[in-house]
């Protein structure tokens, strides 16, 4: 699950939680314990994943990040002799079970005679990041911290590429289907030659499905959900819902002007009303509420507008905190 923010990457976790670790306070005692890990993998982005599932995921999409990243290593200078002294300096800065951010260990670079500040810095440690020697530690505070991936995770058995890819497209389509190959390509980073490869590969066989001139997958393993319409989701930025898909039009209610079309919905805070983004919201956080005022993008009544106040209310419930409601009137 996508996660550069990570305040609101646990709100997209916790509403797709149920019982007592769907809240805030679960989920961050759950990832200082290492019990979920926070790194750059998939696309060149910051992703919550389990601590089991690193090292092959890792392995497979690691090399596509890399391809992806290559402009950057080349106008910043780092090449496979830098990222490997880098590499070496952040193993010893970490090792015996230590804690550091992204300052400290480019501190210890500096000390080591290489420069290493600014976008230089995040790309050395993004570099050390997709080579699985080091991953997210706990928090101090409100700052990240990294650890070496060794001494967090645990051994896990390794999965030669094919099964890799077939795993991979099974999860992504059973939490993301019915989708199309370009959206699997989109999500992971792979080409589409090999997320089509993926789809066809994956155990159990996926379902393909023809509507005009497009064909998705999906598992014959989802459960079809019977709900009383309206449902309505606060769903954060990069919401898996949308950022998880290339082609987004089936996310969007009709009624949405153009320019909320392309951007509104897509990176910013979304209200989704039976599946269909319809309207925008901006969260603040005070000493001790959360502001949520809603931006209606399209008409809404009565009971959907009744939709947002229960969201709402999950939301508090989520993070103990009130939530203070306003721009429904």
Partial sequence: M???DYPNAKWAVGQRLVGARATEAELDRAFDAGEIIRTHVLRPTWHFVAPEDLRWLLALTGPRVHQASGYQYRLLEIDAALAARARAVIEKALRGGVALTRDE??????EAGIEAKGLRLAYLVGHAELEA???SGPRRGKRQTYALVDERIPPARPR???EALAELARRY???HGPAQVADLAWWSGLTRADARIALESATPPLVRERHGDRT??????????????PVVHLLPNYDELLIAFRDRTDAMDPALPPPARVAQV?????????????????RRDEKSTTMVSIDQLVELDSAEKAGIRAAADRFEAF???????????
């Fill in 2 to 4: 996508q996660s550069q």
């Fill in 173 to 175: 389509v059973e939490g």
């Fill in 105 to 110: 260990l480019g501190a210890r670079m500096i």
């Fill in 133 to 135: 020697v080091i991953c």
């Fill in 319 to 329: 993070l103990g905190r009130p939530v203070e409601l306003t721009g429904l009137d």
């Fill in 216 to 229: 998705f997958w999906l598992s014959p393993m989802q459960p079809v959900p019977r709900f009383r319409p």
């Fill in 160 to 162: 030669t590429r094919d």
């Fill in 266 to 282: 897509v990176l910013a805070h979304i209200v989704v009303r039976d599946g269909l983004g319809v309207a925008g919201y901006r």
